[in-house]
């Protein structure tokens, strides 16, 4: 694991000692580094930053200022020599809070609380899950979820469509529904499972998908509109 980390500081020895500082731990990589935050919004643009180490009082624009302008801020650590600004920093939901000088003892203590946050984040990401097998036909087939169209259930066996073939199998909805990751699929009818990202149109009691006209059930459309919902443009 790298976290990718920003200095922003208008004094070069700061910047300098953060830099020795993030060297000396593995799990930290500096891509970049920032006299004023106008710099740091261009390097943000062109790299990936996980952790911001954000000094205060600068030329045009002050750190906090700049915090406030960052729609998807990345984990942020203060460092500056004034006190009186802890208060504001922490309802901005700053990491953590350090003051010049920085120790390097104070700044591992620092580090360390940034690398179990993303080690907590980690663990809570579901694994990503890009195909299944299932028995068919006297065969073990391999099933790409990129591939899927719909699932169709019937009595005790399942159809599985794909823009390749149709598949036959002997499982129930429920069992290979719990095995999908949710937050790409969704129930559109007691007999139909459809990736969302393939859903080409909803017209009234029906789900398009490619060629495919599916059911939508009543009791489930609410449900279907409302996955639909949050990846509707809106003005």
Known sequence: MKINCLIVDDEPVARKI????????????????AENPLKAINLMAQHSVDLLFLDIEMPQMSGLELLKKLTCPPVVIITTAYPTYAIEGFELDVLDYLLKPISIDRFLKSALKVKSLFEQKNKALPPTIDYFFVKCEGNIERIELR???????????????TSQRKYITYLTMK??????????????????????????????NEVHIGNEKLPLSRTLRADVLQRIDEKLVKR
Do not use: T
């Not at 953060?18 to 580094?33: M, P, R, S």
């Not at 290979?176 to 909803?202: C, G, N, T």
């Open 18 to 33: 953060l830099q020795e500082y993030i060297e000396e731990l593995d799990w930290l990589q500096l891509v970049g580094q």
């Open 175 to 204: 069992g290979l529904e719990e095995y999908l990751p949710p937050e790409q699929f969704v129930k559109i009818h007691k007999s139909y499972l459809v990736p969302i990202a393939k859903i080409d149109r909803i017209e009234r």
């Open 147 to 161: 591939y899927l169209l719909y699932v169709k259930a019937l009595e005790n066996y399942i159809i599985i469509q």
